[in-house]
């Protein structure tokens, strides 16, 4: 019986601190042995969002504990890992620099392959982690950084169908908790706060609802929001607000999805439609429960990572690194930190003003 490949994934792309072994059983399905992540919300909160040199720092003083623990809970030996994989963009290039020196220098001391990952790839296989899924499928991905339509051909081989042209969901979703008072990051209390209020009392623009394809826009509920927040004297009309937010979200995201799944099937012709779900908000209920009945509706397969691995972590990093690593595809000691690094490289920049639809 041969040795199944072990992967050590490393990411340090914002505001987690993380580190993960996987492994695959007998069937060829990844396992994960551990999987370590370590929150700054507690450091950033005070300041609304992430503070670079601050994320930095704390980056920096727990990096060699966090992969020390992964290892330690895995039940291996460093000597056993077979490659290493660390998260080499996007993001910020301060965060970046820490995983990825610190994963280049294990690799280099240990004399084992280094395999550079693209965080978005990493949510991108996320649900794979728990799924089989064959390619192509299309994929929504909603993150605090980005939104995007994917049709993900393969590895590496991505088609961008659809992009936010202003504000991530995630930011939206934390944007509003902030109008609203909420500490960052609010995008979950948000669906909190919705469980108690009434989602038609507010009625909310669908900025480029009926233009633009499936890209999305949500720079213009903020504004809307910011307006209705000024006159906001009770609880209740602060849960109201929140449950016509995410109400709004919901109905935005019906609408452009089935536009996407119209250019997916242009695109591929494929004999399984299959629908995947990676990112921050995909770990909300209602966004969920909505987009898995719109794939019943279209006869989709519609699959989404487990709660836990829909933020940030590293189980996602060494599951792109494990198939690499399958694949020989492994990269140079060298290879930079890349603050900007979209997983379809040749899909136009969308964003700012007199972008053109
Ligand atoms: O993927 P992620 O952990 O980090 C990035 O790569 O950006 O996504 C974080 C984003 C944040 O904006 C957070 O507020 C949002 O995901 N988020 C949610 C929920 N959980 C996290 N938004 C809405 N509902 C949730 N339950
Ligand atoms: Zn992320």
Redesign the pocket.
Same mark, same amino acid.
């Given at each position: 019986m041969s040795k199944k490949p072990l992967i050590l994934g490393i990411e340090s792309? $914002?505001d987690?601190t993380a580190a993960s072994l996987i492994t695959e059983n007998e069937k060829g399905s990844p396992v994960i042995l551990s999987n370590i992540i370590s929150s700054q919300v507690d450091i950033h909160k005070e300041f609304g969002g992430v503070v670079p040199e601050l994320a930095a720092r704390s980056h920096m003083e727990k990096i060699d504990w966090i992969v020390q623990k992964a290892i330690d809970n895995s039940g291996c030996k460093v000597d056993d890992i077979d490659a290493i994989a660390a998260t080499a963009g996007p /993001?910020l290039v301060v965060c970046l620099s820490v995983g990825l020196s610190f994963g280049k220098a294990l690799a280099a001391s240990l004399k084992k392959p280094f395999i550079a990952i693209n #965080?978005?790839e990493g #949510?991108a296989l996320s649900p794979k982690l728990n799924s089989k899924i064959d390619y192509p499928y299309l994929l929504l991905l909603?993150? @605090? @950084? #980005?939104s995007q339509f994917l049709n993900v051909q393969d590895l590496g081989k991505y088609k961008r169908l659809g992009t936010t042209i202003d504000d !991530?969901? /995630?930011?939206a979703?934390?944007k509003t908790?902030k109008l609203l008072g909420i500490k960052f990051? +609010? +995008?979950?209390q948000?669906?909190i706060l919705a469980k108690k209020g009434d989602p038609k009392k507010y009625d909310l623009p669908k900025p480029i609802f009926n233009k633009g394809g499936c890209n999305l826009s949500f720079a213009g509920l903020k504004t809307a929001i910011l307006r209705i927040t000024k006159n906001i004297k009770t609880d209740q009309e602060k849960f109201d607000l929140a449950a016509s937010f995410?109400k709004t979200i919901e109905e935005i995201l019906y609408k452009k999805t089935k536009i996407a799944f119209q250019e997916f099937e242009k695109q591929n012709n494929p004999q399984k439609k299959i629908f995947v779900v !990676? +990112? /921050?908000? !995909? !770990?909300?209920?209602n966004?969920r429960t909505m987009l898995k009945n719109l794939c019943l509706e279209e006869s989709y397969q519609s699959i989404f990572p487990p709660m836990d691995l $829909? /933020?940030?972590n590293a189980a996602m990093i060494a599951m792109v690194g494990l198939e690499k690593f399958k694949l020989n595809k492994f990269d140079n000691l060298d290879y930079p930190a890349k603050p900007r690094w979209p997983l379809d490289e040749n899909a136009a920049f969308l964003k700012g003003a007199g972008v053109k639809l």
């Amino acid at each position: 019986m041969s040795k199944k490949p072990l992967i050590l994934g490393i990411e340090s792309s $914002c505001d987690e601190t993380a580190a993960s072994l996987i492994t695959e059983n007998e069937k060829g399905s990844p396992v994960i042995l551990s999987n370590i992540i370590s929150s700054q919300v507690d450091i950033h909160k005070e300041f609304g969002g992430v503070v670079p040199e601050l994320a930095a720092r704390s980056h920096m003083e727990k990096i060699d504990w966090i992969v020390q623990k992964a290892i330690d809970n895995s039940g291996c030996k460093v000597d056993d890992i077979d490659a290493i994989a660390a998260t080499a963009g996007p /993001g910020l290039v301060v965060c970046l620099s820490v995983g990825l020196s610190f994963g280049k220098a294990l690799a280099a001391s240990l004399k084992k392959p280094f395999i550079a990952i693209n #965080h978005l790839e990493g #949510h991108a296989l996320s649900p794979k982690l728990n799924s089989k899924i064959d390619y192509p499928y299309l994929l929504l991905l909603i993150s @605090g @950084g #980005h939104s995007q339509f994917l049709n993900v051909q393969d590895l590496g081989k991505y088609k961008r169908l659809g992009t936010t042209i202003d504000d !991530a969901l /995630g930011e939206a979703f934390d944007k509003t908790a902030k109008l609203l008072g909420i500490k960052f990051p +609010g +995008g979950p209390q948000i669906e909190i706060l919705a469980k108690k209020g009434d989602p038609k009392k507010y009625d909310l623009p669908k900025p480029i609802f009926n233009k633009g394809g499936c890209n999305l826009s949500f720079a213009g509920l903020k504004t809307a929001i910011l307006r209705i927040t000024k006159n906001i004297k009770t609880d209740q009309e602060k849960f109201d607000l929140a449950a016509s937010f995410q109400k709004t979200i919901e109905e935005i995201l019906y609408k452009k999805t089935k536009i996407a799944f119209q250019e997916f099937e242009k695109q591929n012709n494929p004999q399984k439609k299959i629908f995947v779900v !990676a +990112g /921050g908000v !995909a !770990a909300n209920q209602n966004i969920r429960t909505m987009l898995k009945n719109l794939c019943l509706e279209e006869s989709y397969q519609s699959i989404f990572p487990p709660m836990d691995l $829909c /933020g940030d972590n590293a189980a996602m990093i060494a599951m792109v690194g494990l198939e690499k690593f399958k694949l020989n595809k492994f990269d140079n000691l060298d290879y930079p930190a890349k603050p900007r690094w979209p997983l379809d490289e040749n899909a136009a920049f969308l964003k700012g003003a007199g972008v053109k639809l």
